[in-house]
């Protein structure tokens, strides 16, 4: 994450040099996204910047990650998430954003893994299968179950580039790091 943090700063630093404000506000909105999984301090300022460069842009996609950070940021920590989540859920389809309905539920549950909350885990998973039937991002499943600890239903069809185990133990340790943070009891 931290990697991915860097390299959107210097996207969003190229973009800024060559004056394309799109781009910047796109890349802003990624490094905030990122970063909202590891740091949500850093991650508010981050999304706050985010929504400065997304001032007179018509950006959906965009818009809709920054406040999907917003969710990741606040996870495990506020009790209006799901209530949060269901108004974008509207605004995505609204919008015909689709392809941030599975990134929303990605979120959730990785909200719901923080607090250990097994059967909205299980929804989540539920809803992200449904939405990558056709394969686009059906990796994702693969990753909330290795947030919530869980083992893959299915052989993953993913080719990890450091393995499933990394990267299982990466996604995993993001949710412990968060419930130790927040003081939530495994």
Do not use: K
Not at 21 to 41: I, K, M, N
Not at 67 to 74: K, M, S, T, Y
Not at 110 to 138: K, P
Not at 150 to 176: C, F, K, M, N, Y
Request: proline content about 3%; overall charge negative.
């Amino acid at each position: 994450m931290q990697r991915a943090a860097a390299d959107y700063a210097a996207a969003r630093a190229e973009a800024e040099d060559h004056g394309i404000a799109g781009e910047r506000a796109t890349s802003q909105a990624q490094r905030a996204f990122v970063l909202a999984f590891t740091s949500p301090g850093q991650a508010a300022d981050e999304i706050d910047l985010a929504h400065q460069f997304l001032t007179g842009l018509v950006l959906r996609v965009t818009t809709a990650t920054v406040q999907l950070a917003e969710l990741i940021r606040d996870a495990g920590n506020t009790p209006d998430i799901e209530e949060r989540a269901e108004r974008l859920r509207t605004e995505i389809r609204l919008a015909g954003v689709t392809v941030a309905e599975p990134i929303l539920e990605l979120a959730l549950t990785f909200h719901h893994a923080v607090l250990g909350a097994d059967e909205q885990v299980a929804g989540s998973i539920a809803r992200l299968r449904e939405l990558t039937w056709g394969g686009d991002y059906a990796y994702y499943s693969d990753i909330a179950h290795f947030m919530a600890g869980l083992p893959l239903e299915a052989a993953s069809r993913a080719r990890w580039l450091d393995g499933q185990q990394p990267t299982r133990q990466r996604w995993r340790t993001l949710v412990t790091t968060r419930r130790d943070q927040l003081h939530v009891p495994r």
